[in-house]
């Protein structure tokens, strides 16, 4: 009898530090108590399906995120194409890239291949352009901004403060807002940021032309 009543106690006694053990971990772990989730975390997660490349680096369709895509909406609504102008390939993206290719008589796909990119291209204005920066970091730029080595900018002499470009030069796109005004050299239509240049592979050039698509 004595042994029974000392192992039923031994039991209890067992189990009892098994919970308790059980609370402390939760408790540590961030938990909220047994049979519930812990809080969410408030640091984002990384999310796969979002690609920060360049536009061309891959063949764009419904479905894909990324900068890639961001560029393709801006490079649409130069087109008159409206599309949101978020990171998402939605089916309205879709519609508006199938028109497009309509328009310079490529398949309608709705997919982006190098065909498409070229007919980007084609469409886009040619005009001379030139870089500045060094010398002037530091300054406000005409529409109120700090100019730094890292900013990515553009300056026109008239289009509005704020106003989306996407540029296009030897394969290379990258979108930018008009930030200051000029340039004031020449027959020049566009004077890019030291970091833009140099995200185009314009800086060695200096002064030549490239492509534009202005939304408008």
């Known amino acids: 009898m004595y042994r029974g009543r000392l192992t039923g106690a031994l039991a209890v006694f067992m189990?009892?530090?098994?919970?308790?053990?059980?609370?402390v971990a939760t408790a540590g772990s961030g938990g909220v108590g047994t049979g519930e989730s812990p809080p969410p975390s408030s640091e984002p997660s990384a999310d796969s399906s979002y690609q920060k490349i360049a536009f061309g680096k891959r063949d764009?369709?419904?479905g894909h995120r990324g900068n890639d895509v961001k560029t393709l909406t801006w490079l649409l609504r130069a087109q008159s194409l409206y599309v949101p102008t978020g990171p998402d390939f939605i089916?309205?993206?879709?519609k508006a890239v199938r028109r497009f290719q309509s328009s310079i008589g490529?398949?309608?796909?709705?997919?982006?291949?190098?065909?498409?990119r070229k007919g980007f291209a084609r469409r886009m204005r040619i005009h001379r352009a030139t870089w500045y920066?060094?010398?002037?970091?530091g300054n406000r730029t005409a529409c109120g901004q700090r100019l730094k080595k890292t900013t990515i900018g553009v300056a026109h002499k008239k289009l509005p403060c704020g106003t989306k470009v996407t540029f296009a030069h030897r394969g290379r796109w990258v979108r930018a807002r008009v930030i200051d005004r000029g340039?004031?050299?020449?027959?020049?239509?566009w004077d890019l940021t030291r970091r833009l240049a140099k995200r185009l592979g314009f800086l060695r050039v200096g002064a030549g032309s490239l492509r534009a698509a202005v939304v408008r």
Not at 91 to 94: A, R, S
Not at 106 to 116: A, C, D, F, L
């Open 106 to 116: 490529v398949s309608t796909t709705g997919v982006v291949r190098k065909s498409t």
């Open 60 to 62: 764009l369709r419904r």
């Open 91 to 94: 089916g309205q993206t879709e």
């Open 133 to 137: 920066g060094p010398g002037f970091w």
């Open 15 to 23: 189990v009892c530090s098994s919970l308790a053990w059980a609370g």
């Open 183 to 189: 340039p004031y050299n020449g027959n020049y239509r």
